[in-house]
């Protein structure tokens, strides 16, 4: 979604900011915007479409001089993408500009009460009220301006803010939507997201909730909302530099795809000492696992899909009953959560809006959460009870592959890690299921070599109209994650199936050459499924059957057939995914799509 940069340096900030800009581009946008002070007034240009309209209309910045900007990528929430809906939005007198990711949820109110002090409104946005509110507050003091605002506003919010009397600062602000300050030398930063001044540098300070930051050239200063200096604890960021760039790859996502082995060992390794799983600073007990009478997952998208293998295999170990909701249908339906529910809480990147607000229902209802997250200090994370991170680095491509691929491996820890407090398996099936562990990221290197296979399959399939997933128990959750893949980056209509569902209404949409991508990786299962392609067959479909090498059958009714490595049942999604990944990817490349960065989508979905 929306992403923010500022810059306070000696450099000409324009540049700075458009290659800030660049760095979310991921994110999701549809319009950009700088606004850069040059000691005197604050020169604004904005305009709607990619980032490079924006940097062709202000020669890559060089036209606009100034070493202090803030500059924005607008995902359209309050008004459609159009040049005046751009941010940054200014006030009546050009005193204040503004960027802001998150909403102002009462802006309509705080609109009228403008409207009758006389200010003019030129854009649809929400934004705007925060720009004209600031100079109405205004009387000399910024930071007092802020604070007044503060009080005013609802929603969630990070803002960066330039004001033109005291051109030598930014101010920058947030609540729910996330902000960072960049450290360098003689030069500060702001940013939504790290890439974004990775370049730069590695030291930030994470601003909380309602911290202000009042930044100069040479200095940080961070208050709270009454006006107290706030001490805060720098942050060393390691990530690679590299981790965050294409690195000769041409898309992110395949970039993501293959660093699958090294992201899945990252996350198990320093987890597992002399023989043992140890989860970072997990505080679950055998006691409190004990007492728990369910399991409740909540998570969104893909995340949601982790989820529900996730059901299978917690299930399996524990036997606690597990429940899993789309985060946004929990907090609407008056989940039955209490102190005796433990909440799973899945998110890559610790800031998706449904998500953070269904764990506020479950705190709120008493249970307590353990969230799996791949930001470090993103919101769901700090409020959380107990978090495991997943070691996937920076994923940018906006489908998520390598961070699920490790949300997966942190649900299988954590439930053979419960399963064994719980006293529940046997110490030769807990080192069968640390073995196995241990060898998916070797599993997926011998998968990612066949890639061609599935690039070749591609090549026949990439003009289908729809295509199909069916399997059964971990493998519909396999073909929900498949479908979504495919559909979200090459815009082929698809649908995920349980297999025994098929026949119960869907089956009628398959008709002569319908692709059909049938799992059969559970041994238990294999015979059903069979059946279920038959079904298929019978009725013209063309079936890519995917199955463990111990199942060469699969060749007596599939079209064509791709054979992952086995392992033990619960842990076979993680290999079962990356063909299907593989597939998505090729099929939205030989269709030319914007695999990166799929229309209408944002990485982060920091709205409701
Ligand atoms: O950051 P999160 O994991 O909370 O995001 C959840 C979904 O928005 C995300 O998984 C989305 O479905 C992906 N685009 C799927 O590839």
Known sequence: MCGIVGYIGEDQAAPILLNGLEKLEYRGYDSAGVAVCDGGSIQVEKCKGRLKVLADLIDQGEKIPGTVGIGHTRWATHGKPSDLNSHPHVSGQGKFAVVHNGIIENHLMLKEFLLKQGKQFLSETDTEVVAHLLEYYYQGDVLDAIIQVLHQVEGSYALGILCEDIPDQIFAVRKQSPLIIGLGQHENFIASDIPAILSKTREIYRLENNEIAQIKKDQVMIY????NIVQKERCHID????AAEKGG?????FKEIMEQPKAIADTIQPRIQEGRIVLDDMTLTKEDLEQFRKISIVACGSAYHVGVVAKYVIEKLTRIPVDIDVASEFRYRNPIIDEKVLVIVISQSGETADTLAA?????RLGARVLSIVNVVGSAIANESDDVLYTWAGPEISVATTKAYSTQLTVVYLLAVYMADLMGLISRQEYQGYLDDLCHLPGQIEMILKKKDQLQTLASRYFNAKDIFFIGRNIDYAMSLEGSLKLKEISYIHSEAYAAGELKHGTISLIEDG???VALATQDT???KMMSNVQEVT????VVLGLTTEDH???EKSATHTFYIPKTNDLMLASLAVIPLQLFAYYVASMKGCDIDKPRNLAKSVTVE
């Open 239 to 242: 990530w690679d530099i590299s």
């Open 538 to 541: 019978a009725r013209g479909a």
């Open 552 to 554: 060469p059958e699969m």
């Open 224 to 227: 709270d909302l009454e006006k």
């Open 359 to 363: 764990l506020h229902e479950a705190k």
């Open 514 to 516: 319908t692709l059909v």
């Open 525 to 527: 299962l294999f015979e």
């Open 249 to 253: 790859y041409e898309h992110f996502m």
